[in-house]
Nanobody
């Protein structure tokens, strides 16, 4: 089975940091574009960050300067380092993989999804 699994979520205070990891099984994603999305209750899934096969990155305005997406094409498809966390960052965070090796910000552009990991930022 092809599967992505997020880990690293939890409860942190505002201003704290978390590092999310996306593990892959069933296949490698070294040639895929990777993205992170988040979804709060009652809201649509929101783009957070993406990284291309070649390492080019793109971020939502709301997280620029605070979050960093990275990848290791041999070890893991995606990481998300989150710093200076705010209560509005609270959401379920999902990693996703696109067969396209570039960058896309639309959820429908991704082919594989993890089940999500909860990030809760308290004030």
């Amino acid at each position: 089975q092809v599967q992505l699994v997020e880990s690293g979520g939890g409860l942190v205070q505002a201003g704290g940091s978390l590092r999310l990891s996306c593990a892959a099984s069933g296949r490698t994603f070294s040639t895929y574009g990777m993205g992170w999305f988040r979804q709060a209750p009652g809201k649509e899934r929101e783009f957070v960050a993406a990284i291309s096969y070649s390492g080019n990155t793109h971020y939502a305005d709301s997280v620029k300067g605070r979050f960093t997406i990275s990848r290791d094409n041999f070890k893991a498809p995606a990481y998300l380092q989150m710093s200076s966390l705010k209560p509005e960052d609270t959401a379920v965070y999902y990693c996703a993989a696109a067969s396209y090796e570039g960058i896309t910000t639309a959820p429908e552009g991704y082919d594989y999804w993890g089940q999500g990991t909860q990030v809760t930022v308290s004030s």
